[in-house]
């Protein structure tokens, strides 16, 4: 396996672990049988759209821009990635989870030879 799909792995292990937490926190009690999360409490799962509604409305909420990052970047679409992770760089500079993907998805666009806009920032 290559660290792209180690990364894509890692990505989605994380998005299984903590969907169940946030998603309790927007929905509590609010379960759609066909979006559950299988736990002691099921509950709906937040989708992309609802998830950029919630951080229209608190744009500093670190753990919802957490997991935009990581779909965006499990989705395989890295510049709302990296404009995701440099958001939440900027709200805590000293995160290492930031960091480092920051990091890989530099990585990626120097092996992809994409072109990326330094220091590019959310656009919120």
């Known amino acids: 396996?290559?660290?792209?799909?180690?990364i894509v792995l890692a990505v989605a292990g994380a998005l299984a672990a903590g969907g169940a937490l946030l998603a309790a926190a927007f929905a509590p009690g609010d379960a759609a049988p066909d979006r559950t999360v299988?736990?002691?409490?099921?509950a709906r799962v937040p989708t992309l759209d609802e998830l950029m509604a919630h951080?229209?409305?608190?744009?500093e909420d670190v753990?919802?821009?957490?997991?935009?990052?990581?779909?965006?970047?499990?989705?395989?679409?890295?510049?709302?990635?990296?404009?995701a992770w440099?958001?939440?760089?900027e709200l805590?500079?000293?995160?290492?989870?930031a960091a480092s993907a920051l990091a890989d998805l530099e990585r990626v666009a120097r092996e992809r030879r994409v072109h990326?806009?330094?220091?590019?920032?959310?656009?919120?």
């Open 116 to 124: 990326t806009i330094p220091n590019p920032g959310p656009t919120r």
């Open 38 to 42: 299988a736990g002691p409490q099921s």
């Open 63 to 83: 753990e919802a821009w957490r997991v935009i990052a990581r779909l965006h970047m499990a989705a395989g679409r890295y510049l709302p990635a990296v404009e």
């Open 1 to 6: 396996m290559n660290r792209e799909t180690l």
């Open 92 to 97: 805590r500079p000293r995160d290492a989870e």
């Open 55 to 59: 951080v229209d409305e608190e744009p």
């Open 86 to 89: 440099t958001w939440i760089k």
